[in-house]
């Protein structure tokens, strides 16, 4: 395997709170599971266990691997993950039956006295009818599917990493509501006739379909980021829009059409009644008690672990929230830099470095990186870029330290087998607040204080 396949694929990221959440919500539904198996064997299955499992893996992948790294690049990577979290994720979570399991494995004094009384409440209750109506719902999963990716909204989230959170929970959300008439989960009831589905699902692949053509029939470039961002491999951003245009309406099809043709075929179908297989053998009362006992305190030990993980960590340099700053070529380079959009706030400031072949716009991987800093004021300092130390494993990166207002000089070197190349950028710092300004003064030991 090439050295740029092994970046590529080691290019992984854990969210933190995500993954957390993720182990959290895993080892509940697996202790919940393994209660309800002695009231409801028929509805503890381990098939449900292994689909729920799967949606959470699944959820995982979409934002911790290199699907998440890369979509600042390429429009199809960051198209494939919005596919995994309204088309693959949200199904596989609810054909799990996920909300009895869920329930028994929380402790009881919270589903006693935190759950019982707030699932009872008349208005949650109300809230909760109105939000699973197939026609609401519907309607949510088009707001969220259209107006995410309008141009301003789609932009906004590829700048902030707050909004982007804020767009996938929204995903999330819509296309699990979206969702819940078609799968039913148990113990739902039915809200809509079940002949009005495959309409239900044919109308929400007719708006999939519409905005897939919009991008591979488009002959203009949609969303400016991709335009301006350093393009690898030789892929276009417009062929890049119309591929991932071709993800968004294959896969969707997929998603929409067989659940349609499959109600479709069960409706037209006689009702046929099968036996209940053999019972299998129960899980002994103390064996009961040692693997409640155990997931409980993994349910607790594990999101704490993963928690931890996050805080006590190595940052890993994420171009989220950064902007292009410069691309020029070098000598026999193409140096593309990416640092915060100006201002910048006094403190760290994480800067990262693509070198690609100037004729090829291959990757190099191989070049030694190096940033020079200087400040208003004329100090200077180097910092040496590795790939180590950035989430994109193509991608050198470093933390510089810019503690004064002002313009900053900031000059990249680049080595590789003799020869060199210098670009050079300004970042513009901010005046520090009067709360930076206290906190400066307060870890230098500021007598005035």
Same mark, same amino acid.
């Given at each position: 395997?090439?050295?740029?396949?092994?970046?590529?694929? @080691?290019?992984?990221?854990?969210?933190?709170?995500?993954?957390?959440?993720?182990?959290?919500?895993?080892?509940?539904?697996?202790?919940?599971?393994?209660?309800? #198996?002695?009231?409801?064997?028929? #509805?503890?299955?381990?098939?449900? +266990?292994?689909?729920?499992?799967?949606?959470?893996?699944?959820?995982?992948?979409?934002?911790?691997?290199?699907?998440?790294?890369?979509?600042?690049?390429?429009?199809?990577?960051?198209? !494939?993950?919005?596919?995994?979290?309204?088309?693959?994720?949200?199904?596989?979570?609810? $054909?799990?039956?996920?909300?009895?399991? +869920? #329930?028994?494995?929380?402790?009881?004094?919270?589903?006693?006295?935190?759950?019982?009384?707030?699932?009872?409440?008349?208005?949650?209750?109300?809230?909760?009818?109105?939000?699973?109506?197939?026609?609401?719902?519907?309607?949510?999963? @088009?707001?969220?599917?259209?107006?995410?990716? +309008?141009?301003?909204?789609?932009?906004?989230?590829?700048?902030?990493?707050?909004?982007?959170?804020?767009?996938?929970?929204?995903? !999330?959300?819509?296309?699990?509501?979206?969702?819940?008439?078609?799968?039913?989960?148990?113990?739902? &009831?039915?809200?809509?006739?079940?002949?009005?589905?495959?309409?239900?699902?044919?109308?929400?692949?007719?708006?999939?379909?519409?905005?897939?053509?919009? !991008?591979?029939?488009?002959?203009?470039? +949609?969303?400016?980021?991709?335009?301006?961002?350093?393009?690898?491999?030789?892929?276009?951003?417009?062929?890049?829009?119309?591929?991932?245009?071709?993800?968004?309406?294959?896969?969707?099809?997929?998603?929409? $059409?067989?659940?349609?043709?499959?109600?479709?075929?069960?409706?037209?179908?006689?009702?046929? &009644?099968?036996?209940?297989?053999?019972?299998?053998?129960?899980?002994?009362?103390?064996?009961?008690?040692?693997? &409640?006992?155990?997931?409980?305190?993994?349910?607790?030990?594990?999101?704490?672990?993963?928690?931890?993980?996050?805080?006590?960590?190595?940052?890993?340099?994420?171009?989220?929230?950064? @902007?292009?700053?410069?691309?020029?070529?070098?000598?026999?380079?193409?140096?593309?830099?990416?640092?915060?959009?100006?201002?910048?706030?006094?403190?760290?400031?994480?800067?990262?470095? $693509?070198?690609?072949?100037?004729?090829?716009?291959?990757?190099? !991987?191989?070049?030694?990186?190096?940033?020079?800093?200087?400040?208003?004021?004329?100090? &200077?300092?180097?910092?040496?870029?590795?790939?180590?130390?950035?989430?994109?494993?193509? $991608?050198?990166?470093?933390?510089?330290?810019?503690?004064?207002?002002?313009?900053?000089?900031?000059?990249?070197?680049?080595?590789?087998?003799?020869?060199?190349?210098?670009?050079?950028?300004?970042?513009?710092?901010?005046?520090?607040?009067?709360?930076?300004?206290?906190?400066?003064?307060?870890?230098?030991?500021?007598?005035?204080?």
């Amino acid at each position: 395997m090439s050295p740029v396949a092994q970046a590529v694929l @080691a290019s992984w990221s854990f969210p933190t709170v995500a993954t957390a959440f993720n182990l959290l919500f895993a080892l509940l539904y697996i202790r919940g599971w393994i209660l309800l #198996r002695r009231g409801a064997r028929q #509805r503890s299955t381990g098939g449900r +266990l292994g689909v729920f499992l799967a949606g959470l893996a699944i959820l995982e992948l979409a934002l911790a691997s290199p699907i998440d790294a890369f979509d600042p690049f390429f429009l199809a990577d960051h198209m !494939l993950q919005h596919v995994l979290l309204m088309m693959v994720v949200p199904p596989l979570l609810l $054909l799990g039956e996920p909300e009895i399991p +869920l #329930r028994l494995g929380l402790p009881h004094w919270i589903s006693r006295r935190v759950l019982g009384p707030l699932s009872s409440s008349p208005s949650v209750r109300w809230i909760g009818g109105r939000l699973i109506d197939p026609a609401v719902a519907w309607v949510l999963m @088009a707001i969220a599917m259209i107006g995410w990716h +309008l141009p301003s909204a789609y932009e906004l989230a590829l700048r902030s990493p707050g909004w982007h959170e804020v767009e996938h929970i929204c995903f !999330l959300g819509a296309a699990t509501l979206f969702w819940w008439p078609v799968i039913e989960p148990w113990p739902s &009831r039915r809200v809509w006739p079940r002949w009005r589905m495959p309409i239900y699902l044919l109308l929400a692949d007719f708006v999939n379909s519409a905005l897939s053509a919009f !991008l591979v029939f488009s002959d203009r470039v +949609l969303y400016r980021s991709y335009q301006t961002v350093p393009r690898l491999w030789g892929i276009s951003a417009l062929n890049d829009q119309a591929a991932a245009g071709a993800m968004m309406w294959v896969v969707g099809s997929f998603a929409f $059409l067989i659940p349609a043709a499959a109600i479709t075929f069960k409706l037209l179908s006689p009702v046929e &009644r099968f036996a209940e297989g053999p019972r299998r053998p129960e899980m002994g009362t103390s064996q009961l008690t040692v693997a &409640r006992s155990a997931l409980g305190a993994l349910a607790v030990l594990a999101p704490i672990a993963a928690l931890g993980y996050g805080w006590f960590a190595p940052d890993a340099t994420d171009i989220d929230d950064a @902007a292009l700053r410069l691309e020029q070529r070098s000598g026999p380079f193409r140096v593309s830099l990416f640092a915060p959009a100006d201002p910048i706030d006094p403190g760290p400031c994480d800067v990262s470095v $693509l070198v690609q072949d100037a004729d090829s716009e291959e990757p190099l !991987l191989d070049a030694d990186v190096n940033l020079a800093v200087e400040s208003p004021v004329g100090e &200077r300092a180097l910092v040496h870029l590795t790939h180590q130390q950035s989430a994109n494993k193509l $991608l050198a990166s470093a933390t510089a330290h810019l503690p004064h207002s002002g313009r900053w000089d900031l000059r990249v070197f680049v080595r590789r087998a003799g020869a060199e190349a210098a670009v050079s950028e300004t970042l513009q710092v901010s005046a520090p607040t009067s709360h930076q300004a206290s906190d400066a003064r307060q870890v230098a030991g500021d007598p005035a204080r």
